[in-house]
Protein backbone atom coordinates (compact mmCIF):
# COMPACT_ATOMS: atom_id res chain seq x y z
CA UNK A 1 0.00 0.00 0.00
CA UNK A 2 1.32 3.59 -1.24
CA UNK A 3 0.44 6.36 0.84
CA UNK A 4 1.05 9.98 0.17
CA UNK A 5 0.70 13.22 1.79
CA UNK A 6 -1.44 16.04 0.89
CA UNK A 7 1.10 18.97 0.43
CA UNK A 8 -1.34 21.92 -0.48
CA UNK A 9 -4.89 22.77 -1.02
CA UNK A 10 -6.98 25.35 -2.66
CA UNK A 11 -10.76 26.40 -3.92
CA UNK A 12 -12.05 27.04 -7.09
CA UNK A 13 -15.99 27.46 -8.15
CA UNK A 14 -14.76 25.24 -11.48
CA UNK A 15 -11.66 23.44 -12.35
CA UNK A 16 -10.86 22.28 -15.97
CA UNK A 17 -8.60 19.81 -16.44
CA UNK A 18 -6.41 20.20 -19.85
CA UNK A 19 -5.59 23.17 -21.78
CA UNK A 20 -7.00 23.14 -25.12
CA UNK A 21 -9.72 24.48 -27.21
CA UNK A 22 -12.61 23.19 -24.65
CA UNK A 23 -10.96 23.79 -21.78
CA UNK A 24 -9.84 27.26 -22.40
CA UNK A 25 -12.85 28.25 -23.92
CA UNK A 26 -14.69 27.08 -21.11
CA UNK A 27 -12.20 28.45 -18.74
CA UNK A 28 -12.89 32.16 -20.29
CA UNK A 29 -16.78 31.97 -20.24
CA UNK A 30 -17.29 31.05 -16.92
CA UNK A 31 -14.42 33.77 -15.50
CA UNK A 32 -16.51 36.10 -17.40
CA UNK A 33 -19.59 34.88 -15.72
CA UNK A 34 -17.40 35.81 -12.53
CA UNK A 35 -16.56 32.17 -11.07
CA UNK A 36 -13.01 31.26 -9.69
CA UNK A 37 -11.72 28.49 -12.20
CA UNK A 38 -8.16 26.45 -11.90
CA UNK A 39 -7.02 25.27 -14.84
CA UNK A 40 -4.67 22.10 -14.48
CA UNK A 41 -2.48 21.24 -18.01
CA UNK A 42 -0.06 18.44 -17.82
CA UNK A 43 2.40 19.86 -20.30
CA UNK A 44 3.15 23.37 -21.19
CA UNK A 45 0.74 26.18 -22.96
CA UNK A 46 1.16 24.18 -26.32
CA UNK A 47 1.49 20.85 -25.39
CA UNK A 48 -2.57 20.48 -26.61
CA UNK A 49 -4.02 18.23 -29.54
CA UNK A 50 -5.64 21.56 -30.48
CA UNK A 51 -2.32 23.08 -31.40
CA UNK A 52 -1.56 20.32 -33.77
CA UNK A 53 -5.12 20.60 -35.58
CA UNK A 54 -3.84 21.19 -39.50
CA UNK A 55 -7.07 21.35 -41.48
CA UNK A 56 -9.47 23.80 -39.72
CA UNK A 57 -12.87 25.06 -38.20
CA UNK A 58 -16.25 23.33 -39.95
CA UNK A 59 -18.74 26.22 -39.95
CA UNK A 60 -21.43 26.81 -42.26
CA UNK A 61 -20.54 28.94 -44.96
CA UNK A 62 -22.60 32.25 -45.62
CA UNK A 63 -23.11 31.41 -49.59
CA UNK A 64 -24.29 28.24 -50.96
CA UNK A 65 -24.11 26.01 -47.65
CA UNK A 66 -26.72 25.71 -45.00
CA UNK A 67 -27.28 24.23 -41.34
CA UNK A 68 -29.01 21.40 -43.15
CA UNK A 69 -26.58 20.61 -45.05
CA UNK A 70 -23.69 20.66 -42.60
CA UNK A 71 -26.07 18.21 -40.29
CA UNK A 72 -26.32 15.87 -43.39
CA UNK A 73 -22.58 15.51 -44.16
CA UNK A 74 -22.24 15.04 -40.16
CA UNK A 75 -24.81 12.50 -39.94
CA UNK A 76 -23.96 10.62 -42.94
CA UNK A 77 -20.36 10.30 -41.41
CA UNK A 78 -21.25 9.32 -38.36
CA UNK A 79 -23.07 5.98 -39.82
CA UNK A 80 -25.94 5.96 -37.63
CA UNK A 81 -25.03 7.02 -34.43
CA UNK A 82 -25.26 10.42 -34.33
CA UNK A 83 -28.08 12.05 -32.15
CA UNK A 84 -29.67 14.86 -34.75
CA UNK A 85 -30.88 17.15 -32.44
CA UNK A 86 -27.48 17.53 -31.01
CA UNK A 87 -25.80 17.89 -34.02
CA UNK A 88 -27.92 20.61 -35.48
CA UNK A 89 -27.47 22.30 -32.09
CA UNK A 90 -23.64 22.12 -32.13
CA UNK A 91 -23.65 23.30 -35.75
CA UNK A 92 -26.03 25.95 -34.99
CA UNK A 93 -23.49 27.23 -32.58
CA UNK A 94 -20.25 27.08 -35.07
CA UNK A 95 -20.83 30.71 -35.98
CA UNK A 96 -20.88 32.54 -32.83
CA UNK A 97 -18.53 30.21 -31.69
CA UNK A 98 -15.70 31.70 -34.10
CA UNK A 99 -17.09 35.29 -34.00
CA UNK A 100 -16.14 35.30 -30.52
CA UNK A 101 -12.77 33.06 -31.22
CA UNK A 102 -11.83 36.19 -33.76
CA UNK A 103 -13.17 38.75 -30.87
CA UNK A 104 -9.92 37.18 -29.33
CA UNK A 105 -8.18 37.55 -31.80
CA UNK A 106 -7.65 34.92 -33.65
CA UNK A 107 -7.26 35.72 -37.81
CA UNK A 108 -7.82 33.32 -40.28
CA UNK A 109 -6.82 33.50 -43.97
CA UNK A 110 -8.44 35.38 -46.17
CA UNK A 111 -8.99 34.79 -49.96
CA UNK A 112 -8.17 37.28 -52.24
CA UNK A 113 -11.65 38.69 -52.49
CA UNK A 114 -10.79 39.60 -48.44
CA UNK A 115 -13.88 37.43 -47.23
CA UNK A 116 -12.69 34.32 -45.13
CA UNK A 117 -10.87 31.38 -47.22
CA UNK A 118 -12.95 28.00 -47.59
CA UNK A 119 -11.64 24.43 -48.61
CA UNK A 120 -13.31 21.08 -48.51
CA UNK A 121 -12.69 18.36 -46.98
CA UNK A 122 -13.13 14.37 -46.54
CA UNK A 123 -17.09 13.83 -46.38
CA UNK A 124 -17.90 17.40 -46.64
CA UNK A 125 -20.38 18.22 -49.82
CA UNK A 126 -18.80 21.91 -50.17
CA UNK A 127 -16.00 24.31 -49.12
CA UNK A 128 -17.01 25.37 -45.56
CA UNK A 129 -13.71 24.75 -43.63
CA UNK A 130 -12.53 27.71 -42.63
CA UNK A 131 -8.15 27.80 -41.55
CA UNK A 132 -5.49 30.04 -40.14
CA UNK A 133 -1.69 30.17 -41.49
CA UNK A 134 -2.40 27.64 -43.78
CA UNK A 135 -2.57 24.07 -41.98
CA UNK A 136 -2.02 25.45 -38.26
CA UNK A 137 -5.83 26.34 -37.46
CA UNK A 138 -4.69 24.82 -34.49
CA UNK A 139 -1.78 26.34 -33.16
CA UNK A 140 -3.45 30.23 -33.95
CA UNK A 141 -6.72 28.87 -31.77
CA UNK A 142 -4.38 27.53 -29.03
CA UNK A 143 -2.54 31.10 -29.84
CA UNK A 144 -5.59 33.45 -29.37
CA UNK A 145 -7.02 31.20 -25.87
CA UNK A 146 -4.01 31.41 -24.47
CA UNK A 147 -3.24 35.10 -25.09
CA UNK A 148 -6.70 35.62 -23.05
CA UNK A 149 -4.62 35.32 -19.80
CA UNK A 150 -6.08 32.91 -18.14
CA UNK A 151 -4.96 31.25 -14.69
CA UNK A 152 -3.43 27.46 -15.68
CA UNK A 153 -1.36 25.76 -13.75
CA UNK A 154 1.33 23.85 -15.97
CA UNK A 155 2.71 20.80 -14.76
CA UNK A 156 -0.02 19.49 -12.94
CA UNK A 157 -2.40 16.07 -13.39
CA UNK A 158 -5.47 15.57 -12.05
CA UNK A 159 -5.28 11.84 -10.05
CA UNK A 160 -9.03 11.70 -8.94
CA UNK A 161 -12.36 13.43 -9.15
CA UNK A 162 -13.82 13.88 -5.62
CA UNK A 163 -16.77 13.04 -4.61
CA UNK A 164 -19.61 13.21 -2.32
CA UNK A 165 -23.41 12.94 -1.98
CA UNK A 166 -24.16 15.95 -3.47
CA UNK A 167 -22.16 15.57 -7.13
CA UNK A 168 -18.73 16.74 -7.21
CA UNK A 169 -16.59 17.89 -4.10
CA UNK A 170 -13.26 18.50 -5.53
CA UNK A 171 -10.13 17.33 -7.12
CA UNK A 172 -6.81 15.09 -6.00
CA UNK A 173 -4.16 16.30 -8.05
CA UNK A 174 -0.59 16.09 -7.85
CA UNK A 175 1.92 19.27 -9.47
CA UNK A 176 5.68 19.87 -8.10
CA UNK A 177 4.44 20.98 -4.68
CA UNK A 178 3.41 17.79 -4.73
CA UNK A 179 -0.63 16.36 -4.03
CA UNK A 180 -2.94 18.92 -3.36
CA UNK A 181 -6.58 19.23 -3.19
CA UNK A 182 -8.79 21.53 -4.88
CA UNK A 183 -12.33 21.94 -3.12
CA UNK A 184 -14.89 22.58 -5.97
CA UNK A 185 -18.26 21.74 -7.02
CA UNK A 186 -17.75 21.37 -10.85
CA UNK A 187 -14.77 19.98 -12.79
CA UNK A 188 -14.68 19.80 -16.40
CA UNK A 189 -12.49 16.89 -18.20
CA UNK A 190 -11.31 18.69 -21.21
CA UNK A 191 -8.14 16.07 -21.37
CA UNK A 192 -8.25 15.21 -25.27
CA UNK A 193 -7.97 12.13 -27.01
CA UNK A 194 -6.45 8.49 -26.37
CA UNK A 195 -3.84 8.37 -29.29
CA UNK A 196 -1.06 6.98 -27.27
CA UNK A 197 -2.98 3.75 -26.46
CA UNK A 198 -0.97 2.99 -29.88
CA UNK A 199 2.50 2.73 -30.93
CA UNK A 200 1.67 5.58 -33.73
CA UNK A 201 -0.74 8.65 -33.07
CA UNK A 202 -1.17 12.46 -34.54
CA UNK A 203 -1.84 12.54 -30.60
CA UNK A 204 1.00 14.86 -28.19
CA UNK A 205 2.43 12.65 -25.15
CA UNK A 206 -0.17 13.56 -22.99
CA UNK A 207 -3.21 12.09 -24.83
CA UNK A 208 -3.20 8.80 -22.34
CA UNK A 209 -6.71 8.97 -21.90
CA UNK A 210 -6.91 10.70 -18.89
CA UNK A 211 -10.51 11.86 -18.80
CA UNK A 212 -11.88 8.42 -20.08
CA UNK A 213 -10.28 7.00 -16.89
CA UNK A 214 -11.11 9.81 -14.37
CA UNK A 215 -15.33 9.53 -15.44
CA UNK A 216 -15.37 6.04 -14.47
CA UNK A 217 -13.48 6.01 -11.70
CA UNK A 218 -16.06 9.01 -10.48
CA UNK A 219 -18.89 6.90 -11.48
CA UNK A 220 -20.02 7.97 -15.21
CA UNK A 221 -20.52 5.94 -18.57
CA UNK A 222 -18.09 6.23 -21.71
CA UNK A 223 -19.89 5.21 -24.75
CA UNK A 224 -18.60 4.78 -28.70
CA UNK A 225 -14.62 3.98 -27.65
CA UNK A 226 -14.71 1.28 -30.12
CA UNK A 227 -14.39 3.98 -32.73
CA UNK A 228 -11.23 5.37 -33.20
CA UNK A 229 -10.73 7.10 -35.88
CA UNK A 230 -7.03 6.68 -37.48
CA UNK A 231 -6.24 9.98 -39.58
CA UNK A 232 -5.62 7.69 -43.54
CA UNK A 233 -2.03 10.10 -43.90
CA UNK A 234 0.20 10.36 -41.66
CA UNK A 235 3.95 11.29 -42.77
CA UNK A 236 5.87 7.74 -42.58
CA UNK A 237 9.17 7.36 -42.21
CA UNK A 238 10.89 4.09 -41.37
CA UNK A 239 10.95 2.87 -38.10
CA UNK A 240 9.26 6.28 -36.89
CA UNK A 241 6.92 5.98 -33.39
CA UNK A 242 5.18 7.76 -31.54
CA UNK A 243 3.55 11.27 -32.36
CA UNK A 244 3.67 11.51 -35.98
CA UNK A 245 2.83 14.79 -38.31
CA UNK A 246 -0.22 14.21 -39.84
CA UNK A 247 -0.63 15.32 -43.84
CA UNK A 248 -3.90 17.34 -44.21
CA UNK A 249 -7.40 16.06 -45.38
CA UNK A 250 -6.98 19.82 -46.62
CA UNK A 251 -4.46 18.62 -49.41
CA UNK A 252 -6.48 15.80 -50.58
CA UNK A 253 -9.26 18.97 -50.77
CA UNK A 254 -7.01 20.47 -52.97
CA UNK A 255 -6.15 17.95 -55.21
CA UNK A 256 -3.84 15.62 -53.45
CA UNK A 257 -4.17 12.35 -54.94
CA UNK A 258 -3.74 9.07 -53.08
CA UNK A 259 -1.44 6.14 -55.07
CA UNK A 260 0.21 3.00 -54.16
CA UNK A 261 3.82 1.97 -54.81
CA UNK A 262 2.49 1.26 -58.35
CA UNK A 263 1.46 4.22 -59.01
CA UNK A 264 -2.54 3.22 -58.92
CA UNK A 265 -5.28 5.13 -57.32
CA UNK A 266 -5.88 3.57 -53.56
CA UNK A 267 -9.40 4.66 -53.58
CA UNK A 268 -10.52 4.58 -57.31
CA UNK A 269 -13.77 2.48 -57.24
CA UNK A 270 -14.09 2.26 -53.43
CA UNK A 271 -16.27 5.62 -52.78
CA UNK A 272 -17.95 7.70 -54.98
CA UNK A 273 -15.93 10.83 -53.19
CA UNK A 274 -12.70 8.81 -53.94
CA UNK A 275 -9.56 10.42 -51.99
CA UNK A 276 -12.28 12.96 -49.98
CA UNK A 277 -14.22 9.77 -48.56
CA UNK A 278 -15.12 9.93 -45.12
CA UNK A 279 -11.65 8.83 -43.06
CA UNK A 280 -12.53 5.29 -42.12
CA UNK A 281 -13.45 4.37 -45.93
CA UNK A 282 -9.70 5.88 -47.00
CA UNK A 283 -7.85 4.52 -43.83
CA UNK A 284 -9.40 0.56 -44.79
CA UNK A 285 -8.56 1.44 -48.33
CA UNK A 286 -5.15 2.03 -47.59
CA UNK A 287 -5.04 -0.82 -45.14
CA UNK A 288 -6.38 -3.13 -47.56
CA UNK A 289 -3.72 -1.61 -50.41
CA UNK A 290 -0.98 -2.05 -47.93
CA UNK A 291 -1.87 -5.62 -47.04
CA UNK A 292 -2.24 -6.63 -50.39
CA UNK A 293 0.96 -5.50 -51.53
CA UNK A 294 2.70 -5.87 -48.63
CA UNK A 295 3.77 -2.64 -48.03
CA UNK A 296 3.81 -0.48 -44.62
CA UNK A 297 3.01 2.59 -46.60
CA UNK A 298 0.87 4.48 -49.45
CA UNK A 299 1.95 7.91 -51.50
CA UNK A 300 0.53 10.99 -51.94
CA UNK A 301 0.94 12.73 -54.39
CA UNK A 302 0.61 16.40 -54.58
CA UNK A 303 2.98 17.69 -56.96
CA UNK A 304 0.33 19.61 -58.93
CA UNK A 305 -0.73 21.73 -55.91
CA UNK A 306 0.46 25.07 -56.74
CA UNK A 307 1.44 27.08 -54.19
CA UNK A 308 1.91 24.10 -51.68
CA UNK A 309 4.72 25.84 -49.75
CA UNK A 310 2.52 29.05 -49.40
CA UNK A 311 -0.92 26.61 -48.40
CA UNK A 312 1.02 23.98 -46.54
CA UNK A 313 4.01 25.51 -44.52
CA UNK A 314 3.89 23.28 -41.46
CA UNK A 315 3.20 19.94 -43.86
CA UNK A 316 6.12 21.31 -46.42
CA UNK A 317 8.49 21.91 -42.91
CA UNK A 318 7.84 18.62 -41.76
CA UNK A 319 8.23 16.77 -45.27
CA UNK A 320 12.05 18.32 -45.32
CA UNK A 321 12.69 17.06 -42.47
CA UNK A 322 12.55 13.73 -43.52
CA UNK A 323 14.35 14.57 -46.78
CA UNK A 324 11.09 15.49 -48.88
CA UNK A 325 10.37 17.83 -50.91
CA UNK A 326 6.68 18.07 -51.46
CA UNK A 327 6.98 19.75 -54.55
CA UNK A 328 8.85 17.26 -56.64
CA UNK A 329 8.54 13.68 -54.07
CA UNK A 330 5.59 11.53 -53.76
CA UNK A 331 4.63 11.73 -49.92
CA UNK A 332 4.84 8.45 -48.08
CA UNK A 333 2.00 7.72 -45.80
CA UNK A 334 -0.28 5.74 -43.51
CA UNK A 335 -2.65 5.46 -41.12
CA UNK A 336 -2.18 6.23 -37.77
CA UNK A 337 -4.53 6.80 -34.32
CA UNK A 338 -5.92 9.98 -34.63
CA UNK A 339 -9.43 11.10 -32.83
CA UNK A 340 -11.45 9.04 -30.49
CA UNK A 341 -15.26 9.49 -31.58
CA UNK A 342 -16.65 8.32 -28.24
CA UNK A 343 -15.76 8.99 -24.83
CA UNK A 344 -17.35 10.52 -21.84
CA UNK A 345 -21.16 10.41 -22.03
CA UNK A 346 -22.77 14.00 -21.47
CA UNK A 347 -25.40 15.82 -23.31
CA UNK A 348 -25.09 18.86 -25.51
CA UNK A 349 -24.02 21.45 -22.40
CA UNK A 350 -21.11 18.72 -21.58
CA UNK A 351 -23.04 17.17 -18.02
CA UNK A 352 -22.27 14.09 -17.22
CA UNK A 353 -25.07 11.90 -14.92
CA UNK A 354 -22.54 13.11 -12.17
CA UNK A 355 -23.96 15.88 -10.86
CA UNK A 356 -20.96 18.48 -11.04
CA UNK A 357 -19.08 16.48 -13.31
CA UNK A 358 -18.88 17.86 -17.32
CA UNK A 359 -16.60 16.56 -20.29
CA UNK A 360 -16.12 19.04 -23.79
CA UNK A 361 -13.91 18.03 -26.29
CA UNK A 362 -12.77 15.20 -27.60
CA UNK A 363 -13.01 13.26 -24.51
CA UNK A 364 -16.73 13.60 -24.58
CA UNK A 365 -19.47 11.82 -26.62
CA UNK A 366 -22.06 14.15 -27.05
CA UNK A 367 -23.51 12.00 -30.11
CA UNK A 368 -22.00 14.52 -32.66
CA UNK A 369 -19.64 12.55 -34.03
CA UNK A 370 -21.62 8.92 -33.77
CA UNK A 371 -19.44 5.90 -35.26
CA UNK A 372 -17.19 8.75 -37.29
CA UNK A 373 -16.05 12.15 -36.87
CA UNK A 374 -16.66 14.59 -40.05
CA UNK A 375 -13.11 15.99 -40.95
CA UNK A 376 -12.96 19.55 -38.96
CA UNK A 377 -16.08 19.25 -36.85
CA UNK A 378 -13.68 18.38 -33.38
CA UNK A 379 -12.62 22.65 -33.07
CA UNK A 380 -16.36 22.53 -34.04
CA UNK A 381 -17.02 20.73 -30.96
CA UNK A 382 -14.70 22.21 -28.69
CA UNK A 383 -15.57 26.16 -28.95
CA UNK A 384 -19.38 25.33 -28.80
CA UNK A 385 -19.52 23.37 -25.94
CA UNK A 386 -16.78 24.53 -24.37
CA UNK A 387 -18.62 27.97 -23.96
CA UNK A 388 -22.04 25.92 -22.87
CA UNK A 389 -19.82 24.01 -20.13
CA UNK A 390 -18.55 27.45 -19.23
CA UNK A 391 -22.32 28.75 -18.49
CA UNK A 392 -23.73 25.26 -17.21
CA UNK A 393 -21.18 25.51 -14.35
CA UNK A 394 -22.61 28.13 -12.93
CA UNK A 395 -25.48 26.01 -11.99
CA UNK A 396 -23.14 24.19 -9.20
CA UNK A 397 -22.52 27.71 -7.66
CA UNK A 398 -23.91 27.75 -3.98
CA UNK A 399 -23.12 24.19 -3.51
CA UNK A 400 -21.11 23.73 -0.07
CA UNK A 401 -18.30 21.32 -0.70
CA UNK A 402 -15.17 20.31 1.26
CA UNK A 403 -13.26 17.09 0.74
CA UNK A 404 -12.47 15.79 4.37
CA UNK A 405 -11.99 12.42 3.08
CA UNK A 406 -10.05 11.20 -0.25
CA UNK A 407 -10.47 7.21 -0.63
CA UNK A 408 -8.47 4.49 -1.08
CA UNK A 409 -8.19 2.80 -4.70
CA UNK A 410 -6.99 0.11 -6.58
CA UNK A 411 -5.14 0.89 -10.07
CA UNK A 412 -3.54 -1.88 -12.04
CA UNK A 413 -0.74 -0.81 -14.76
CA UNK A 414 0.20 -2.56 -17.87
CA UNK A 415 3.93 -1.89 -19.25
CA UNK A 416 3.24 0.79 -21.55
CA UNK A 417 5.01 -0.37 -24.53
CA UNK A 418 3.21 -3.99 -24.47
CA UNK A 419 0.10 -2.40 -24.32
CA UNK A 420 0.98 0.06 -27.37
CA UNK A 421 1.95 -2.95 -29.52
CA UNK A 422 -1.13 -5.24 -28.19
CA UNK A 423 -3.49 -2.28 -29.58
CA UNK A 424 -1.84 -1.56 -32.55
CA UNK A 425 -1.68 -5.01 -33.80
CA UNK A 426 -5.36 -6.16 -32.63
CA UNK A 427 -7.65 -3.50 -32.36
CA UNK A 428 -6.24 -1.50 -34.92
CA UNK A 429 -8.04 0.18 -38.41
CA UNK A 430 -9.59 -3.97 -38.99
CA UNK A 431 -10.29 -5.79 -35.83
CA UNK A 432 -11.19 -9.58 -35.75
CA UNK A 433 -12.37 -12.06 -32.83
CA UNK A 434 -9.54 -13.97 -32.37
CA UNK A 435 -7.32 -10.65 -32.52
CA UNK A 436 -9.01 -8.83 -30.08
CA UNK A 437 -9.79 -11.99 -27.55
CA UNK A 438 -5.98 -12.67 -27.82
CA UNK A 439 -5.25 -9.10 -26.85
CA UNK A 440 -7.67 -8.99 -24.35
CA UNK A 441 -5.87 -12.20 -22.74
CA UNK A 442 -2.84 -10.64 -22.88
CA UNK A 443 -3.79 -7.35 -21.80
CA UNK A 444 -4.48 -9.86 -18.27
CA UNK A 445 -0.88 -10.41 -18.83
CA UNK A 446 0.65 -7.10 -19.05
CA UNK A 447 -0.67 -5.80 -16.11
CA UNK A 448 2.68 -5.44 -14.37
CA UNK A 449 1.47 -3.35 -11.23
CA UNK A 450 -1.67 -3.87 -8.70
CA UNK A 451 -1.76 -0.37 -6.21
CA UNK A 452 -3.67 0.34 -3.56
CA UNK A 453 -2.78 4.20 -3.18
CA UNK A 454 -4.07 5.47 0.36
CA UNK A 455 -4.91 9.20 0.10
CA UNK A 456 -5.17 11.72 2.79
CA UNK A 457 -7.81 11.09 5.51
CA UNK A 458 -9.77 14.13 7.09
CA UNK A 459 -6.87 14.81 9.55
CA UNK A 460 -4.06 14.48 7.45
CA UNK A 461 -5.20 17.98 5.41
CA UNK A 462 -4.03 21.35 5.60
CA UNK A 463 -5.61 24.01 6.38
CA UNK A 464 -6.93 25.86 2.82
CA UNK A 465 -4.85 28.53 1.47
CA UNK A 466 -8.03 30.07 -0.69
CA UNK A 467 -6.47 31.19 -4.23
CA UNK A 468 -3.38 29.84 -3.61
CA UNK A 469 -2.46 26.93 -5.28
CA UNK A 470 1.10 27.28 -3.76
CA UNK A 471 -0.70 25.94 -0.50
CA UNK A 472 1.61 24.14 2.29
CA UNK A 473 4.75 23.00 2.31
CA UNK A 474 4.40 20.34 5.40
CA UNK A 475 5.11 17.33 3.62
CA UNK A 476 7.92 19.01 1.22
CA UNK A 477 8.39 19.77 -2.13
CA UNK A 478 8.70 16.52 -4.02
CA UNK A 479 11.95 16.27 -6.41
CA UNK A 480 10.80 16.86 -9.66
CA UNK A 481 11.44 12.72 -10.89
CA UNK A 482 9.44 11.65 -8.34
CA UNK A 483 6.57 14.11 -9.07
CA UNK A 484 6.96 12.80 -12.89
CA UNK A 485 6.93 9.51 -12.00
CA UNK A 486 3.59 9.78 -10.02
CA UNK A 487 2.31 11.24 -13.34
CA UNK A 488 3.31 8.80 -15.79
CA UNK A 489 1.78 5.50 -13.46
CA UNK A 490 -1.95 7.92 -13.47
CA UNK A 491 -1.13 7.61 -17.51
CA UNK A 492 -0.53 4.02 -17.04
CA UNK A 493 -3.18 3.17 -15.08
CA UNK A 494 -5.55 5.48 -17.50
CA UNK A 495 -4.77 3.56 -20.47
CA UNK A 496 -4.71 0.22 -19.35
CA UNK A 497 -8.25 0.94 -17.86
CA UNK A 498 -9.13 2.81 -21.15
CA UNK A 499 -7.88 -0.12 -23.36
CA UNK A 500 -9.76 -2.95 -21.49
CA UNK A 501 -12.78 -0.53 -22.34
CA UNK A 502 -12.68 0.00 -25.85
CA UNK A 503 -11.37 -3.93 -26.17
CA UNK A 504 -14.80 -4.74 -24.23
CA UNK A 505 -16.71 -2.53 -26.55
CA UNK A 506 -15.20 -3.70 -29.78
CA UNK A 507 -15.62 -7.38 -28.83
CA UNK A 508 -19.15 -7.04 -28.29
CA UNK A 509 -20.01 -4.88 -31.13
CA UNK A 510 -20.31 -7.24 -33.61
CA UNK A 511 -20.79 -5.85 -37.21
CA UNK A 512 -18.64 -2.89 -38.98
CA UNK A 513 -19.97 0.61 -38.68
CA UNK A 514 -18.36 3.67 -39.12
CA UNK A 515 -14.70 3.27 -38.18
CA UNK A 516 -15.46 0.29 -36.29
CA UNK A 517 -14.18 -2.46 -38.92
CA UNK A 518 -14.62 -6.16 -38.18
CA UNK A 519 -12.95 -8.34 -41.14
CA UNK A 520 -15.10 -11.08 -39.29
CA UNK A 521 -18.68 -8.94 -39.32
CA UNK A 522 -17.82 -6.73 -42.55
CA UNK A 523 -21.67 -5.34 -42.79
CA UNK A 524 -23.49 -3.10 -39.99
CA UNK A 525 -26.32 -4.86 -38.12
CA UNK A 526 -29.22 -2.62 -37.25
CA UNK A 527 -29.24 -4.58 -34.10
CA UNK A 528 -26.58 -2.30 -32.97
CA UNK A 529 -27.51 1.19 -34.25
CA UNK A 530 -27.26 2.43 -30.82
CA UNK A 531 -24.47 3.08 -28.51
CA UNK A 532 -23.32 0.86 -25.86
CA UNK A 533 -22.24 2.34 -22.75
CA UNK A 534 -19.43 1.29 -20.24
CA UNK A 535 -19.24 1.46 -16.53
CA UNK A 536 -17.56 0.03 -13.86
CA UNK A 537 -18.25 -2.37 -11.94
CA UNK A 538 -18.06 -3.34 -8.04
CA UNK A 539 -14.55 -4.53 -8.89
CA UNK A 540 -13.64 -1.99 -10.47
CA UNK A 541 -13.56 -3.39 -13.78
CA UNK A 542 -15.53 -2.23 -17.13
CA UNK A 543 -18.29 -3.63 -17.80
CA UNK A 544 -21.57 -2.91 -20.81
CA UNK A 545 -24.27 -0.66 -19.31
CA UNK A 546 -26.78 -2.25 -20.97
Not at 223 to 247: C, K, M, N, S, W
Not at 425 to 453: C, F, N, P, Y
Request: net charge negative; hydrophobic share 40%; charged share 20%.
Amino acid sequence: MTSVSIGWETDADLVVIGGGVAGLTAARTASLRGLRVLTLSKGGATDTSTQYAQGGIAVVAPEGDSVESHVHDTVEAGAGLCDIDTVRSIVEGGQAAVAALTDLGAVFDLGRDGQISRTREGGHSTRRIIHAGGDATGAEVQRALNAAGLPVLFGAAACEILTGATGVQGVLAVSDKGFGVIHAPAVLLATGGLGQLYALSTNPPGATADGVALALWAGAAVADLEFLQFHPTVLYTPGGLGRRPLISEAVRGEGGILVDSEGDSVTAGVHPRGDLAPRDVVSRAIAARMRALGTDHVYLDARAIDGFRQRFPTITASCRAAGIDPGTDLIPVAPAAHYQCGGVVTDPHGRTAVPGLYAAGEVARTGLHGANRLASNSLLEGLVVGERVGVAAAERLGERVRVTDVPTRVTERADRAVLQQLMTDHASVVRDRAGLDEAIKRMKDAVTQRETVREAASDELVEPSIGDVSGGTRAGRPASDEIATRIAGIEDAALTLTARALLLAASARTESRGCHTRSDHPEPDDRFRHSMPVVLDADGRPRLDQ
